[in-house]
């Protein structure tokens, strides 16, 4: 990793690549810090230190939501767009002919997530203003001045980032979308590991129990890096052969080629689609005043499905609502094979392989390959959706059973770990062209 950047850094074009998307970066955490008119920010912090289930909100917008900047909404309404777009896709065959014509195709779509994403964003922003002046937060009440000013600065914040992160793709280093993502989870992490040591290593008075506190740390975040690199590099190669043919005067085919299935096939999608819509019920129950209790039925279902509250083996009465880890495991299952549905077509794949003389040794073309193709796929998949359960459950029990209170997780650390990653491979794969270009020229 470390000769990539010093390889990286002797490069001009890379270099200024690099510094184009730092500067976009500190213009994100310059943002983060803006305040929007309107808001009582003071009490809106300890309105928000009440509600449970908001934690994992403020670390995908680095802690830019807890603040009430212009940049509240962050990316959210983008990537809320493009999963949109992604499933209608599936529901109307016209706008899965435009995705599969070329560069034409992908841009008009990426011109409606934009229109969709403002949409999403006003919506939000009107909805937030209304939930903070019933709770009492806006200055001045809830006025239509308010609501006006409030929803065109989150609307424009949230526009905003879009823009750079197109930027960021274009002229920067990296997917810009997740670039912002990461600088958005890396801000919130120095607060948490703070609180984890000031917990587990100052407060203890005993030697042993600071050392033990030093080594639990360490070991749990090594072990969740270790485990979702893993993760990320780990796939199946499908053998394929292609028949020799004539063409022309000259024999071609017969060479042998593989199909890369990855085993994290959907990435970290399903761990956000499961924790988002755990957390929207808790989120909208804030907002109507109901915090997580165990007194009252809404009260029990927020307590149920807040993460903060499961593996408490202190208590059976705390303990029981564990239960909505298994909810959460169970919709996380749903939402890797999902997402994969979406993003490989087997039928497809079959179709093509067969249209250019290729198969899988053993296996006869057609449906009998998308047949295999389609069992061997499930068989990974689950073990991809096993995999991120692991990882997204270790810092919950660290959580719970430690009673260690932080906003990231196995989540935040597959984002951290996964666009890292990707950004070093395309970093790599410019050096390499420019490598062949120099050779080309010389």
């Not at 009430?68 to 990316?75: D, K, P, R, V, Y």
């Not at 980032?161 to 990296?174: A, Y």
């Not at 590991?193 to 070991?219: H, M």
């Not at 549905?341 to 249209?355: G, L």
Request: aromatic fraction near 10%; charge should be positive; proline fraction near 4%.
């Amino acid at each position: 990793m470390f000769e990539a950047v010093k390889n990286a850094l002797k490069v001009k074009d890379i270099r200024s690549k690099l510094l184009y998307t730092l500067m976009a970066l500190l213009i994100v955490r310059i943002g983060c810090a803006l305040p929007v008119p309107g808001i009582n920010r003071a009490y809106f912090q300890l309105w928000m230190a009440q509600k449970e289930g908001l934690g994992f909100l403020d670390t995908l917008t680095g802690g830019s939501f807890s603040q009430m900047s212009i940049f509240a909404l962050n990316i959210s309404p983008y990537i809320t767009s493009s999963i949109i777009m992604q499933l209608l896709t599936i529901v109307f065959p016209k706008l899965e002919e435009l995705q599969k014509d070329g560069e034409t195709g992908r841009k008009k779509i990426a011109e409606w997530s934009r229109y969709v994403t403002i949409a999403l964003a006003v919506i939000e922003s009107v909805a937030l203003t209304i939930g903070f002046g019933n709770s009492g937060i806006l200055q001045g009440g809830l006025t239509i001045s308010n609501i006006a000013i409030i929803t065109a600065s989150f609307t424009a914040g949230s526009a905003f980032l879009m823009w750079l992160g197109e930027r960021i793709t274009e002229k920067g280093v990296g997917n810009g979308i997740s670039i912002i993502l990461l600088i958005n989870i890396v801000a919130t992490l120095p607060n948490d590991f703070s609180n984890l040591i000031k917990k587990f290593v100052i407060n203890p008075t005993a030697v042993v129990n600071k050392v033990l506190g030093v080594i639990g740390i360490a070991a749990v975040v090594i072990v969740l890096i270790v485990l979702v690199i893993l993760l990320q590099d780990a796939q199946r190669k499908i053998p394929v052969q292609y028949a020799k043919k004539v063409q022309g005067r000259k024999m071609v085919g017969g060479q042998g080629s593989f199909i890369p299935l990855k085993v994290n096939t959907a990435g970290v999608i399903p761990v956000i689609f499961a924790m988002s819509l755990m957390q929207t019920p808790v989120i909208v129950l804030s907002f109507m005043g109901i915090t997580a209790q165990r007194a009252h039925f809404w009260p029990k279902v927020a307590y149920l499905l807040t993460s903060s509250n499961w593996f408490n083996i202190k208590d059976w009465g705390e303990f029981k609502y564990t239960l909505g880890a298994l909810i959460y495991v169970i919709l996380l299952i749903i939402f890797a094979y999902f997402y994969t549905s979406i993003t490989f077509n087997p039928m497809e794949v079959a179709n093509n392989m067969k249209k250019q003389g290729g198969f899988i040794p053993g296996i006869r073309p057609g449906r009998p390959t998308t047949e295999y193709l389609t069992k061997v796929l499930n068989y990974i998949v689950f073990i991809g959706a096993v995999a991120l359960t692991i990882i997204s459950l270790i810092p919950i029990v660290f959580s719970g059973v430690f009673a260690a209170r932080v906003s990231f997780g196995g989540t935040s650390i597959i984002i951290v770990v996964g666009v890292i990653l990707e950004t070093l491979k395309q970093i790599d794969s410019q050096l390499l062209v420019r490598q062949y270009k120099g050779f080309l020229n010389d």
